[in-house]
C-alpha cells in the first residue's frame, strides 16, 4: 500500500516536471520566435559590410586597419557601401578569401552572403540534430526554425557576421572526433584555419585534450595553420605587418584593460559592469531606437581587482575543466572539445552575443544524454533567450536588477560548461561510449 502511493507521488511528480519544462521551453521559443520576427526589416548586413571593404582593399594591398576615409567614401560612391562601416577585426586571411565577392556591387555581394550563410546554418543543422540522437528528415525539417530564430544565430543572419562559419568548424572538429569519417578528419583542418582567420579565438580549440592525444593530427593542423599565414605574410606585407605589429596588439590592450559594452558576455566584461559604474549607449528592440543609460555600481574594484577576480575564476574553472576530462577517461572526446569552447566563451575577451551560436554543439550533446541533460538543453535555450532581451532589461529595468541581468548570455554559457563537465563526471563508471543511436 504504502509502496503504490510512493510510486503514485513520484509519476505525479514526474508528471508536473515535464509540464514544466515543456513551458519553460515554450516561453523560450516565443521569446526567440518573436524577436526574430520583430527583426525581419532589420537585415543591415553590418559586419558584413567591414569584411566587404575589407576584402576590396585586400585586392590593391590596401591596410583595413583602420579604413581610410577616402577609401570608404570610394566603396560609398562606386560599389553602393553603406557610409556607417564598423571596424575590420578579423586577421588579412579573412580578407583575402573573401575577394570574390568584392567583384560584386554591395547590395548584391550582401544578398550572396546571406545566402551562403543559409546553406550554412542548414547544414549546422543537420549535424545537430545527429549530435542530439535523431536523423528522421522529418524532426530534422520541423526543428530548423529552432535553430535559425535562435537568438544568437538570427543576430548573425541580420548582422551578416561569420560565427556561423566558426559553428561549422565547431561541429566538423567533432564529427572528426566522434566518428571514424576519414573526409571529416582531414575536413577540419581547413576549416578551423578559416575561423582562425574570421576570430582569433578558434585557435585556442587545439587544447582539446583529444587533439593533443594525436600529436600527428595536431601537427598537421599547425604545419598547414603556420604555412597559409606565412603565405598571407609574403603576398600581403603592408597588410599583415599593419595587422600583427600594430592593430591587434592595440585591440587586445583595449579588449582587456577598459569597461566593455553591455552586450559584451566575457566574465571580464560582466565583472566590470557588476563593480564599476558605467555609461552605455545602445539600440532598442526596434533597431531605429537609440537609448542612453547610466548604471550607478553599489560598489566600485579597481580594474586590477577585477583582472585578478577574472583570472581566478579562469584557474579555478580551468582546473575543474582538466579534472572532467581526466576523470572522463576519453569517454566523449566530443564532448570534451565542446567543453573547451564554453569555456573560451566564458573567458575571451569582447565576446558578443552573437558568439553564443557555439553553444549549439553542447546542448545538442546534452539533449542525447538524457532527460537530465535535456533539462539542462532547455534552461540553455531559456537563458540564451532572456539575454535576447538584453537591451530592454537595460531600459526598463531599475539598476539593481538591469546590472545583473546584463549577463544572461554568460549564465546561459556557464551552466552548459558545468552541465557538459559533471556529465562526464556521471559517466565514470560507464563502459566508453558510443556515437548516439540515431532515433527514426
Known amino acids: 500500500m504504502i509502496s503504490a502511493s510512493v510510486d503514485w507521488t513520484m509519476n505525479q511528480n514526474r508528471y508536473y516536471s515535464k509540464w514544466i519544462w515543456l513551458c519553460v521551453l515554450l516561453a523560450a521559443s516565443v521569446i526567440h520566435f518573436g524577436t526574430a520576427a520583430l527583426r525581419l526589416n532589420g537585415f543591415n548586413a553590418l559586419d558584413f559590410s567591414s569584411y566587404y571593404a575589407a576584402a576590396a582593399s585586400s585586392s590593391l594591398d590596401i591596410s583595413p586597419y583602420p579604413f581610410s576615409p577616402e577609401w570608404i567614401d570610394f566603396l560609398v560612391e562606386t560599389k553602393d557601401l553603406p557610409e556607417r562601416v564598423p571596424r575590420f577585426n578579423s586577421a588579412p586571411l579573412w580578407a583575402w578569401l573573401l575577394q570574390p565577392l568584392a567583384h560584386l556591387p554591395f547590395p548584391y555581394a550582401a544578398v550572396l552572403w546571406l545566402l ?85 579565438f578558434p585557435a585556442l580549440w587545439l587544447g582539446a585534450r583529444p587533439f593533443l592525444k594525436r600529436p600527428r593530427t595536431l601537427l598537421a593542423a599547425l604545419g598547414l595553420f603556420a604555412m597559409v599565414f606565412l603565405a598571407i605574410a609574403w603576398l600581403k606585407p603592408t597588410v599583415n605587418k599593419s595587422y600583427w605589429q600594430r592593430y591587434f596588439i592595440g585591440r587586445a590592450q583595449k579588449y582587456t584593460s577598459i569597461s566593455a559594452g553591455i552586450d559584451d ?80 566563451l566564458i573567458f575571451f575577451p569582447n565576446i558578443q552575443r552573437y558568439n553564443h551560436v557555439l553553444a549549439l554543439p553542447a546542448m545538442a550533446w546534452l539533449w542525447q544524454r538524457g532527460p537530465w541533460g535535456r533539462k539542462l538543453a532547455i534552461a540553455g535555450y531559456a537563458l540564451f533567450a532572456l539575454s535576447r532581451l538584453n537591451h530592454a532589461w537595460a531600459v526598463y529595468l531599475p539598476t539593481t536588477l538591469a546590472i545583473p541581468a546584463s549577463g544572461f548570455g554568460l549564465f546561459g554559457v556557464m551552466l552548459l560548461f558545468f552541465g557538459t563537465t559533471l556529465s562526464f563526471l556521471k559517466s565514470c563508471g560507464d563502459k566508453p561510449l558510443q556515437a548516439a543511436a540515431p532515433k527514426r
Open 265 to 344: 558576455q566575457s566574465m571580464r566584461a560582466y565583472l566590470d559592469r557588476i563593480t564599476q559604474s558605467s555609461r552605455f549607449g545602445f539600440h532598442g528592440i526596434d533597431v531605429r531606437e537609440r537609448h542612453r543609460v547610466t548604471w550607478k555600481a553599489p560598489w566600485e574594484l579597481t580594474d586590477r581587482a577585477v583582472f585578478a577576480a577574472t583570472a581566478a575564476l579562469a584557474v579555478l574553472m580551468g582546473i575543474w575543466l582538466i579534472y572532467s576530462w581526466v576523470r572522463s577517461r576519453s569517454r566523449s572526446p566530443d564532448g570534451e572539445l565542446y567543453s573547451l569552447i564554453l569555456f573560451v
Open 116 to 200: 551562403i550563410l543559409g546553406v550554412v546554418v542548414v547544414f549546422c543543422h543537420i549535424l545537430l540534430v545527429r549530435i542530439a540522437g535523431y536523423e528522421d528528415w522529418k524532426i530534422t525539417a520541423a526543428t530548423l526554425p529552432i535553430t535559425a530564430t535562435f537568438g544568437p544565430m538570427f543576430l548573425n543572419l541580420t548582422l551578416g557576421q561569420n560565427a556561423a562559419i566558426l559553428l561549422l568548424c565547431a561541429l566538423i572538429m567533432g564529427e572528426a572526433l566522434r566518428t571514424r569519417s576519414r573526409f571529416m578528419k582531414i575536413l577540419w583542418i581547413p576549416l578551423w584555419i578559416v575561423a582562425v582567420a574570421g576570430k582569433i
